[in-house]
């Protein structure tokens, strides 16, 4: 495998592990690269869905993506939290551990949200301390994916990719680029979503993220629930032509629809991601 940046490997074209599908994964063996598990579906658990995870990342890779680390929150870190990940970490052999750039609880209340972070400095050397303690716990690099949001800060004072790549550089972590994610803000808060690309760093690229989306009221929703727009496609085209190499991955949270149906996103992503190495002769 072709070695990426941290040393991971590059596990070519994934999906999310979704317990709907436990069945046909085990019988079938389908031809998927990678799984994606949602890491907070089994900290805290020693019952069935635990048993199915071991037995499918006994047969392939798979990565952790987690929505309870809340590494904005001006709480103390988790350290329960952070030990129980890492144990399930160690447990399937995952390859890294990633969560979100935003917030998700505070004074010990949680609210079941990725709710935004203000773009500030005063924020980002606040996030990146975090990012570094985690790091140290974890004694590996973390990954964080950029949001996808429906209001902004008036207080910010830096462009949120302005704000990541700080991060990034900052904490020396990594990045998991979400694609769609970047297509719905760009929707949302009216900012060119090529220019936003251009002012990431693709060497810190650990991880791509497709999906689709819905809307409503004028504004776009990161629902993973429907297939991958057009635009979509587009923006990731982009993202290779400006260097980005890394794992992809096909998100689908909502209105799961049979594994074929899967597959044959997948495919599409194939084409491509096909195409797209071709004309760069990577």
Not at 48 to 72: M, Q
């Amino acid at each position: 495998m072709m070695k990426k940046r941290f040393g991971l490997p590059d596990l070519g074209l994934g999906l999310g592990l979704r317990s709907v599908h436990y069945q046909h994964i085990l019988a079938e063996r389908p031809k998927v690269g990678w799984f994606e598990v949602l890491s907070d579906n089994y900290m805290h658990t020693r019952g069935r869905p635990l048993d199915f995870l071991d037995r499918i990342a006994e047969r392939y890779p798979v990565a952790l993506h987690g929505v309870g680390l809340s590494i904005g929150s001006t709480d103390e870190l988790d350290l329960d939290y952070l030990a129980e990940l890492r144990r399930l970490r160690d447990r399937v052999g995952a390859h890294w551990v990633s969560d979100h750039i935003c917030w998700t609880g505070v004074n010990g209340r949680h609210g079941h949200d990725l709710y935004p972070v203000p773009f500030t400095e005063e924020a980002l050397r606040h996030i990146a301390r975090r990012v570094c303690q985690v790091q140290d716990y974890l004694e590996a690099p973390l990954v964080l994916e950029n949001p996808s949001s429906y209001l902004e800060f008036h207080g910010s004072t830096l462009g949120e990719a302005e704000f990541i790549a700080a991060l990034l550089e900052e904490s020396d972590c990594g990045l998991l680029l979400d694609v769609n994610n970047v297509y719905v803000n760009a929707h949302n808060h009216g900012f060119d979503a090529l220019g936003y690309l251009r002012r990431l760093p693709p060497e810190r690229v650990v991880q791509l993220h497709i999906a689709g989306h819905s809307q409503a009221q004028g504004y776009l929703a990161d629902t993973h629930s429907a297939p991958v727009a057009a635009g979509v496609w587009e923006l990731l085209a982009e993202a290779w032509r400006l260097g980005v190499r890394a794992p992809l991955l096909l998100e689908w949270d909502a209105e799961i629809p049979e594994f074929a149906e899967l597959e044959r996103e997948l495919g599409l992503a194939q084409l491509h991601w096909g195409a797209e190495r071709a004309e760069v002769g990577s």
